[in-house]
């Protein structure tokens, strides 16, 4: 049987969620792999030092800074960050190739940003041959250095036609740039049974006929919520708080002239998505897609505060008539009061959008690996000297 990697680790959620997905469509299409999670944190820094250190997960500072809505220069630390993995070069690539080393696998698919040289010249040094895949789970890239690396020996999976055209763009060659119809969602937003719509939305104390908005930012949520549970008080609202109880609780405590449900961390987001009539939430790719699979037009922001890798999504939406976009959630009544309007015609468009990413991604990943020569068991270890300042690696038989 052969082993599958998929690479993730916690910054946003999405990523995992990403990895949990591909895990089950693999086992659900039957695939013969064994398919591997491995935790890019877990292997950099097994002994868990970072956390010894500092009372925190190398990700938490990210994770915080988007529960509280403070994601201003971003931009600025994203080039800090990529600078320090780039002095870094060596020692990660040493690092990461003695864990293939041990390990092993037949196909390495990466689900993450800005590691992929790395991971890419690791895996080169300690397993000569084995497919390298980038599945990116933005919608687009955010270059240089951050998804695709185009001098790479790197296959990419892109979720949208920009993507592809910005991989083609960087100098990849076409038979290693692959698309896909969308953003990988997990497979309960496909598989779902009936629901008596109505009778639920009765039972939770929301009008069955009056359009009722779905506020989502993330498993953390986000301070940005109480400002559009403030400005919508006479508008139904699912409030999605994640993990964050304290923002829960704060909610609950707002007034409000309509009914609104505020609801903490659940697996049921597909759920509660089809009792809900629109989306409001900031553009990340995974809530984007899974409020469109859902049938939901969305209202998002774009400005300074906007994510880097997330700002050409607004386009997405914008091109594609799924919504509305505001400079800020100061104006979201007015934004609520424009989709509300025309809201059976967002609809249309919305329910147009076909995304099989999740089945597709396997499929793919399948015609990779079939081309690629089965690696020996065998093979000696390497001996690893990474070039840290131009990226390229040096490896000898040992």
Known sequence: MRSVDLI???AGGGHRAAAQAMEQS????GLPWRVRKVNLTQVLDPRGRFRRYTGMEPEDLYNLR?????TLGLAQELKLLQGAIRLGHAALVRRLAGHWEGTRPDLVVS???NFNRALHDALVLACPGVPFVTVLTDMADHPPHFWIEPDLAQHVVCGTAYACAQALAAGCPPSRVYRSSGMILRPEFYAQGPIDRVAERLHLGLDADTPTGLVLF?????RAMKGIATRLADTPLILMCGRNQALADELRALPARAPRVVVGFTSEVARWMRLADFFIGKPGPGSLSEAVQQGLPVIVTR????MPQERWNTHWVREHGLGIVHRSFRTVRAAVDELTRGLPQYQTRVRR???RAVFEVPQILER???QAPVPSRHEHPVAVRALPITGRVAWRNV
Not at 218 to 222: E, L, N, P, Q, R
């Open 303 to 306: 400005n300074s505060w906007t």
């Open 368 to 370: 990779i690996l079939a």
């Open 111 to 113: 689900l993450i940003p």
């Open 8 to 10: 993730w680790f916690n």
């Open 66 to 70: 988007l529960a509280t809505g403070f």
């Open 218 to 222: 993330g498993g953390t949520g986000s």
């Open 353 to 355: 959008v076909e995304n």
């Open 26 to 29: 693999i086992h659900d299409q």
